[in-house]
């Protein structure tokens, strides 16, 4: 009999968490982190994994894996436990929300010299909760939390910027990543009508690019600069202008990435009632994904002179990272098709 549930257990694919940390951690920190163990095990054994440990995976899938419509929701796990000491969040290249991530196991061993008993009558480390109420007093903006006596709120400690919007992992992650218990009335930042002011201009030069690749870096100003927002501004402002930006997005995804084909004359044009200007759709699915990328290849070649292939290859690159950030393809097609477009372009 034990046999047979030996078999039968070797048949059910596992993922190894480390067991001290079932009495240390809340119920969202534990599936988290063993979601991101799993994540870890696989881009190892499919030989992805960075030369610093580092893994990606996309916030929306985070996202799905706890029936959470909310994506804030899923940053503040992730933050807890990095502010917990278990994990690194890397800003991706660009700042967007397609962040990679590192566990930090020399954390984790510190559990394991820990008994049981002394870990179940420690406090349980928490997930840190946004603030749920916005009181307006005296013009003064604050928040306030629900009351809940297992309620922690997740506090930032770096002094950010507005002016220094950089990607750089010093500017993302806050530096002393203290959970801290706060009761009270959070008031207005000094650096609110700032942020604002700053959000509120770049999401307007946003909206007015026509150059759709130049839309993507600016795209990514405006996540980094709303990452670091989150301290000064309340989180239901965050999320409207999360909601504009996405907007934004999709109707420049919908109106494409125009290319000027400049071996097309305007002798052409008119003998066969062309036009010099291909325009690159967004993609639905991997497949439609594909097509458009053959095409775009065949038109290059024909169309664009090899002289500004090289310029072209680095756009596409963009292009093809951004369609993976949107988790239209996954991280290998991504992959395959940028060493393909460089095969073709840029040899």
């Not at 991101?36 to 440990?53: N, V």
């Not at 009558?121 to 307006?136: C, D, E, L, W």
């Not at 290059?300 to 680095?314: F, M, P, S, T």
Request: with cysteine; net charge negative; hydrophobic share 35%.
């Amino acid at each position: 009999m034990f046999n047979l549930i030996e078999m039968e257990m070797k048949e059910i694919p596992f993922t190894r968490l480390p067991t001290k940390l079932i009495y240390a951690l809340d119920s969202d920190l534990l599936k988290m982190l063993a979601v991101l163990i799993q994540q870890e095990s696989y881009w190892i054994e499919h030989k992805k994994i960075g030369d610093d440990g580092s893994f990606y995976k996309p916030i929306k899938e985070f996202a799905d894996s706890f029936r959470k419509k909310n994506l804030q929701d899923v940053r503040l796990i992730l933050q807890t436990l990095q502010a917990s000491g278990f994990i690194h969040i890397i800003s991706s290249k660009g700042g967007k929300q397609a962040n990679y991530y590192r566990i930090c196991w020399d954390k984790i061993a510190t559990y394991n010299d820990m008994k049981i008993p002394q870990l179940i009558q420690s406090p349980m480390i928490r997930t840190a909760k946004r603030a749920s109420k916005k009181k307006v007093e005296d013009s003064t903006i604050s928040y306030q939390q629900k009351e809940n006596d297992s309620t922690e709120s997740y506090q930032h400690n770096s002094e950010l910027i507005v002016q220094d919007c950089t990607t750089t992992i010093d500017n993302i992650i806050n530096k002393n990543n203290n959970i801290t218990i706060d009761n009270s009335v959070i008031t207005k930042s000094p650096l609110y009508d700032e942020y604002k002011k700053r959000i509120e201009e770049l999401l307007s030069d946003y909206q007015q690019e026509s150059n759709y690749i130049i839309s993507l870096d600016k795209y990514s100003k405006i996540e980094t600069i709303l990452e670091l927002a989150q301290k000064h501004i309340p989180t239901s402002e965050i999320e409207e202008y999360h909601s504009q930006l996405t907007n934004i997005s999709t109707m420049h995804d919908r109106a494409g990435w125009n290319i000027k084909l400049d071996n097309i004359t305007e002798e052409m044009m008119k003998k066969y009632h062309t036009i010099n200007i291909h325009n690159v759709k967004s993609p639905k699915s991997p497949q439609q994904f594909k097509l458009i990328v053959n095409d775009l290849l065949d038109k290059a070649c024909l169309y664009i002179d090899c002289g500004h292939w090289e310029e072209l290859a680095d756009n596409v690159e963009k292009w093809i990272t951004h369609q993976w950030e949107r988790d239209i393809i996954s991280y290998d097609l991504q992959q395959e098709t940028i060493d393909k477009v460089y095969t073709k372009l840029a040899s």
